[in-house]
Structures are given as structure tokens and as C-alpha cells.
């Protein structure tokens, strides 16, 4: 198994326990074939960075790489990524001439909790918000740097809606979206957030897009979002694998080797 999202305290939302002193041990015992770190990032180099972004640019998240050496992670390969921003109109948070300063790229289509910069502030109305998430997930797959799109469809920001929100996409909606998303050969993330925002009626609506997306001919990863290391110590393995099997997805034990 590998988990190729985690957040270490370069992101300005971790919390405490998020040093690579904190994930190290942690990481070694989960005994993972594949890990990867992706801090929030918004590039200098790309105009009009929020507030919260703006110092979290290349030069802040590229401390970590050189770090990395420095610590055992036991049997997992390490890679060092970044989660930059995406926020329509083909405006990612990422200069292409700096995607190569990253093993890997994650884009977020749906970070819509940051309202007035992901999304229009007045966003309310369901069918626009459904819009709005299939026109960003489809922008993202035209990306070239873009390895996988990160927690897709999951409803940030319209939490309390959630479920209203996700049943009110047609099957059709989803199969769009993957099946561009296969063609353009972007991985689509199993994000371990479902199990903690999600509830068992939401969870079933997440299961019909990702057996969409699995009849699509999608390839998949896994990433925990962790913000604190203390992730690791709780038992998703369980609640991961009945889900994948639910939706009759395998995930690759290294997402970068197969
Ligand atoms: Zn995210
Ligand atoms: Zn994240």
C-alpha cells in the first residue's frame, strides 16, 4: 500500500505532530511500499495567490526535499510532490517551467471552502456548484504537470449539503468526467477524508462515482490527507479496503511503478 498525500507543517492547516520527525517512525511501522509528501503550494511566478497561499510558495515547500534524506521511512520509496491550487479559467498555482522541481504534481478540483478564490462567493445553488466542480475536474485533466486529481467531488465548503449535492449528479455526469480523465491519463485519488466527512449515505453516493470511475478505465492512488502523523495510527486499512473492493478497484502497491 502507499499514501502519496501527506501534509507536514510547511502547510499552513497542519497541525502539530506534522514534523518529519513525527511521520518517520509512524510511516515505518504502517510498512508502506510507496509514500509521498505534498504541501500546499501557490507559485510566485502565477499571479494572485490569497492571502493564505501566498507564502507558501516554491521556496517554503521546497525545504522539505533535502529533509527527506534525513530520515527513515523503513520500506516505503519516497517522493516529494507538491498540492498546488486550481481556480478555473485554466489558472493553476504552478508555473510550468517549476513543475519538474516535483516528483509529482496534485490538483485539487474542488477546494470550494475557499470561498471568493476557488469559487465565486454567491456559489449557493447546487446545480451551479455541480457545474462548477465538473468544468474544474475537466480543466485539471488538460494539464499536462498534473499527475491525479485530489479528492474529487468531495463536497468542501458544502459540507452540510452534501448529500443533496452529490446525489444530484447523473451517472452521466461522472462518466464524462473519468472517462476524460482515463484518456488524458490522470490518476483519480481514493482520499481517506471520505471516512471522516462523509457520512454512510454520502459514502454510498462516493461509491457510485468511483465505480464510475473504475468502469471508466481510471487508474487510482491513495492518499491519507494526513495533517498530523497521528493519521497513521488510526485504522482506515480496513474502512479503505471495504470500500475499493465495494467499488472493484485494485490500487497499485507504487503508483509511479505501476
Ligand atoms: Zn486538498
Ligand atoms: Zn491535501
Redesign the pocket.
Known amino acids: 500500500m502507499h499514501d502519496i498525500h501527506i501534509h507536514t507543517s510547511l502547510s499552513s492547516c497542519a497541525d502539530p505532530g506534522s514534523e518529519l520527525s513525527d511521520y518517520a517512525p509512524a510511516i515505518k511501522e504502517a510498512n508502506l511500499s510507496a509514500v509521498g509528501f505534498a504541501n ?1 503550494l501557490w507559485d510566485s511566478a502565477i499571479p494572485g495567490a490569497s492571502d493564505w497561499y501566498r507564502p507558501q510558495n516554491i521556496e517554503h515547500v521546497m525545504q522539505l526535499k533535502n529533509q527527506l534524506k534525513n530520515y527513515d521511512f523503513g520500506s516505503a520509496k519516497v517522493y516529494f510532490g507538491c ?1 498546488t491550487e486550481y481556480i478555473g479559467n485554466g489558472v493553476v498555482g504552478l508555473h510550468p517551467d517549476n513543475a519538474g522541481l516535483f516528483d509529482y504534481i496534485l490538483v ?1 478540483p474542488n ?1 470550494f471552502h475557499m470561498a471568493g478564490f476557488t469559487r465565486p462567493e454567491n456559489l449557493t445553488a447546487l446545480p451551479d456548484v455541480r457545474q462548477l466542480m465538473i468544468e474544474h475536474f475537466l480543466e485539471i485533466c488538460d494539464i499536462d504537470f498534473a499527475f491525479g486529481l ?2 474529487p467531488f468531495v463536497p468542501l465548503g458544502y459540507e452540510d449539503q452534501g448529500q443533496e449535492l452529490l446525489h444530484g449528479f447523473k451517472d452521466e455526469d461522472f462518466e464524462k468526467c473519468f472517462k476524460y480523465a482515463a484518456k488524458k491519463d490522470k490518476r483519480i485519488e481514493i482520499n481517506l477524508c471520505i471516512f471522516r466527512h462523509l457520512d454512510r449515505v454520502q459514502l454510498k453516493e462516493y461509491k457510485r462515482l468511483m465505480t464510475i470511475a473504475r468502469i471508466c478505465g481510471c487508474k487510482f492512488f491513495s492518499g491519507s ?1 494526513s495533517h498530523c502523523a497521528d493519521v497513521f495510527r488510526q485504522d482506515t486499512g480496513k474502512l479503505l479496503n471495504d470500500f475499493i473492493t465495494d467499488c472493484g478497484i485494485v490500487l497499485p502497491d507504487n503508483p509511479f511503478t505501476n
Open positions: 500546499h498540492e485539487p477546494h485530489v479528492h490527507d
